[in-house]
């Protein structure tokens, strides 16, 4: 499914606030509700939309431990490994990209105790060669 210009502002709007309601997503948009409800309706049936969750900004929530995991895949592996990866519910993103690093895995964790037995867990994963970590220590933006 290609997105259109009218896809991509709604998917922006609800990016900044995924509870904004239909009728006011239809004014900010200029469009009809019927059109926004459709719109959605199609954007969740076609999984480009996976869902509506809450963000807690990290000051709010002071001890939870974010960080940028980089892994390195070995071989043809890497479908295995994303298979393997979505099941960890502490990762909360997970792109593929260039370069040295195969795989980027967005984590957020309860405790420093928490992110090195899930960093325990990532690299025992078959296929899983190499992994790099950054703790993200605050937000700038």
Not at 32 to 42: E, F, G, I, K
Not at 119 to 130: A, C, D, W
């Amino acid at each position: 499914m290609s997105l259109d210009d009218l896809d991509r502002r709604l998917l922006s709007a609800l990016r900044a606030d995924g509870r904004e309601s239909v009728a006011s997503l239809a004014r900010r948009l200029q469009v009809t509700r019927a059109t926004v409800t459709s719109r959605l309706d199609r954007l969740v049936s076609s999984g480009i939309v996976l869902g509506f969750s809450v963000r807690v900004r990290a000051q709010d929530d002071p001890d939870t431990i974010r960080a940028v995991t980089l892994l390195a895949v070995e071989g043809r592996n890497a479908d295995q490994v994303i298979a393997a990866l979505r099941g960890i519910p502490e990762i909360r993103a997970l792109h593929s990209t260039n370069g040295a690093w195969d795989l980027v895995a967005e984590i957020s964790t309860d405790s420093l105790g928490g992110f090195d037995r899930l960093l325990g867990r990532i690299r025992g994963i078959p296929g899983v060669v190499n992994s790099e970590s950054s703790l993200l220590l605050s937000s700038v933006v």
